[in-house]
């Protein structure tokens, strides 16, 4: 009996969409992570593309467990000497919601080059319009 290994023909992508409201963080993340590199999946293979695309709707109305609102700090830098710049969660939500839930996504995936292809599939939106209504995404219930 041979080993199975996908070509990318076998890859199926379909779309989802999930509603964050009211849902925490870290949970929602690492099932969206799960969906995007096709874990769920029985022909899984952990050096290709075989997952879905996903929607996430009302990123605004995340929640978060204890006092993660005001302690979690978001640091950057400019590059330039004293560049060190450092936001609570509290006011990336404020100002981009979106970006808090991408973050945290792309610190679950795998760091290689699949990561940016697999972040790329991910549609993260503030409110609860988005314009995927032409692939017909499937509510995926978290």
């Known amino acids: 009996m041979k080993t199975y290994s996908p070509v990318p023909e076998d890859a199926n992508h379909e779309w989802f969409i999930v509603d964050a409201t009211d849902k925490i963080l870290g ?3 690492t099932e969206i992570t799960i969906r995007l590199r096709g874990k769920h999946k ?3 293979a952990h050096h290709m593309d075989m997952g879905d695309y996903i929607v996430v709707i009302n990123a605004e109305k995340i929640k978060v467990t204890g006092q993660k609102l005001d ?3 978001y640091y ?3 590059n330039h000497p004293g560049g060190l710049k450092q936001k ?7 100002k981009k919601p979106e970006n808090v839930i991408t973050m945290a996504v792309k610190g679950m995936l795998p760091k290689n ?5 697999l972040l790329k599939k991910l549609k993260v939106y503030a409110g609860s319009e988005h314009p995927h ?3 017909a995404p499937k ?3 978290i």
């Open 42 to 44: 029985p022909e899984f």
């Open 133 to 135: 209504a032409a692939q």
């Open 76 to 78: 950057k830098h400019t």
């Open 113 to 117: 080059r699949l990561s940016a292809q």
């Open 27 to 29: 949970r929602l993340c």
């Open 88 to 94: 609570t969660l509290r006011e990336m939500l404020d």
């Open 139 to 141: 509510t995926l219930d």
């Open 71 to 73: 302690k979690k700090i």
